[in-house]
Nanobody, 122 residues
Framework: VQLQASGGGLVQAGGSLRLSCAAS????????VGWFRQAPGKEREFVAA?????SYADSVKGRFTISRDSAKNTVYLQMNSLKPEDTAVYYC???????????????????WGPGTQVTVSS
């Protein structure tokens, strides 16, 4: 599975961005795709994932929406009401057979794409 994330950029606080994660090599309907992010000087953290239902980190719940388009084999992360603390490199990741209790764990994901930078100015 190869993943390619895109859609990052610079936005003012309160603005919106939509990230895309295009997958190849396997249908996204057969794998779990998630988003993680890493801010400068911090560890990478879970943002959202889509298994049978979407799952979100508390810090983004209500502001971010993960969705998928099987026809395009692409997973999206719509980010609204962005805050400066959302500034990070965002990564999409995928894996097969990830159980619900492991969705938020980096180690559960086998495939990682290159990150895309999101910068939110205050």
């Amino acid at each position: 599975v190869q993943l390619q994330a895109s859609g990052g950029g610079l936005v003012q606080a309160g603005g919106s961005l939509r990230l895309s994660c295009a997958a190849s090599g396997r249908a996204i309907s057969r794998i779990v795709v998630g988003w993680f992010r890493q801010a400068p000087g911090k560890e990478r953290e879970f943002v959202a994932a889509f298994k049978s239902n979407p799952s979100y980190a508390d810090s983004v719940k209500g502001r971010f929406t993960i969705s998928r388009d099987s026809a395009k084999n692409t997973v999206y992360l719509q980010m609204n009401s962005l805050k400066p603390e959302d500034t990070a490199v965002y990564y999409c990741a995928a894996g097969a057979g990830i159980i619900l209790s492991s969705l938020r764990q980096e180690s559960a994901y086998t495939y990682w794409g290159p990150g895309t930078q999101v910068t939110v100015s205050s």
